[in-house]
Structure formats: structure tokens, C-alpha cells
């Protein structure tokens, strides 16, 4: 089955600056990565999401990329603020699949 | 605003004891998918639903474990008896099946077994 490694599992940036955060998956059929960021207390909510058939997608400060052939995406969070700060996880779902598998999750922390 | 609610928000219970967790999914998915998140194993699914059949529990221990769909706006995890390796944040997340990937999350139910 699918499996999906996530990098790092702490970061830590200083407000205004870039955060990078990376996946891997393992099964070359996956056709969909969402990103998912989850405040204290809160169930993951999506913020970005991309399929197989684009290398990049943007929306405003974010982005994600995806290497299909290298079999990685990656989440790129521009001039951060403080309310970046979270946990957030990658997840790639199956061709034909319903369920997602998700990444181990990396706590962004804005320093101000 | 549309969104899955879970109920309750916390839960304290004893070892050995029934608990039951609730979800009400987004009107109108038809997709419900029911998660276990702790440190060490991160974000696990248990279980999901389409159509209220179960189509995959392979994530959920099957002894103690139990997870159904009474109705559309009902999805329920139950777990009989309890063992303090229970104790985690619980998801339900709902959505709108193959033609729509998206996955919305309730707020959870943070169970604790002593």
C-alpha cells in the first residue's frame, strides 16, 4: 500500500521568512496530494491540493510542487506570519481510491 | 457555515468501560471516513463509509471496535470495552466521494481511558 514520509517534523522560521516542507509517497498510481494544516484543538482543515496532471499550484503565500518521476511533493509557505504557525501534513490518496494516506506532520513554528 | 460535528468534545472514561462517539456529516457527502490521531502513530483511518455501507475497516481493532451508519446524518464509533491505549483525539471527516477528493474534518473527540 501507499506510504508517505513527511520532512521535517519540527520547523522552525523567522516571521517574514520561507518555509519548505517536504513529502515523499511511495505508490507511482497516486493521483491526489492535499495539504492539510491543523491549529490546537482543531480537526485538519485543507489548504492546498494538487494532482497528478500539474507540477505547481498556487494560492497566494502558498504553493505546493510535485515531482511525479522522483515520486515527491513539496509545501512552500512564502512571507510567514504568525497565524502559519501549526502543524500541517501532506497526504497522497490512490488512483481510484477513496481513503488518503496521510504523512507523520511538521510543527511550524512563526518566531516573531 | 457547513461542517462536521462530532460530539462529545471530550470524554473521561474508566478501562472497561462502552464508549460511543458521534458524527454529523456535511449534509449531502456521502463519504465518511473516521480517523485515531496520537504522538506516536500520527493520523491512522479506522474506518470509512460510502453510502452508509462500510468500505474498508482494516485500520480498526475489530474486537473492541465497532463503527456504523444508523442514518445519512449519523455516523457512530463505538468502543467496548475500553483500554487506555484508546485514549487519542478521534476524527470524523466527511466528503463527497470519488468525484470530489476533498476531506473536511470535525473538531474531534479527545478520549481519555484511565
Known amino acids: 500500500g501507499e506510504n508517505v514520509e513527511q520532512h521535517p517534523s519540527t520547523l522552525s522560521v523567522q516571521e517574514g521568512d520561507s518555509a519548505v516542507i517536504k513529502c515523499t509517497y511511495s505508490d507511482s498510481a497516486s493521483n491526489y496530494f492535499p495539504w492539510y494544516k491543523q491549529e490546537l484543538g482543531k480537526g485538519p482543515q485543507l489548504i492546498i491540493d494538487i494532482r497528478s496532471n500539474v507540477g505547481e499550484k498556487k494560492d497566494q503565500r502558498i504553493a505546493v510542487t510535485l515531482n511525479k518521476t522522483a515520486k515527491h511533493f513539496s509545501l512552500h509557505i512564502t512571507e510567514t506570519q504568525p497565524e502559519d504557525s501549526a502543524v500541517y501534513f501532506c497526504a497522497a490518496r490512490g488512483q481510484g481510491a477513496q481513503k488518503l494516506v496521510f504523512g507523520q506532520g511538521t510543527r511550524l513554528t512563526i518566531n516573531p | 457555515d457547513a461542517r462536521v460535528t462530532q460530539t462529545p468534545r471530550h470524554k473521561v472514561t474508566e478501562m472497561g468501560q462502552e464508549v460511543t462517539m458521534r458524527c454529523q456529516p456535511i449534509?449531502?457527502?456521502?463519504?465518511v471516513f473516521w480517523y485515531r490521531q496520537t504522538m506516536m502513530q500520527g493520523l491512522e483511518l479506522l474506518a470509512y463509509f460510502r453510502n452508509r455501507a462500510p468500505l474498508d475497516d482494516s485500520g480498526m481493532p475489530k474486537d473492541r471496535f465497532s463503527a456504523e451508519m444508523p442514518d445519512a446524518t449519523l455516523a457512530t464509533l463505538k468502543i467496548q470495552p475500553s483500554e487506555p491505549r484508546d485514549s487519542a483525539v478521534y476524527f470524523c471527516?466527511?466528503?463527497?466521494?470519488?468525484?470530489?477528493?476533498?476531506?473536511?474534518f470535525g473538531a474531534g473527540t479527545r478520549l481519555s481511558v484511565l
Open positions: 471527516a466527511s466528503g463527497l466521494g470519488l468525484a470530489e477528493n476533498i476531506q473536511y
Open positions: 449534509l449531502g457527502h456521502n463519504t
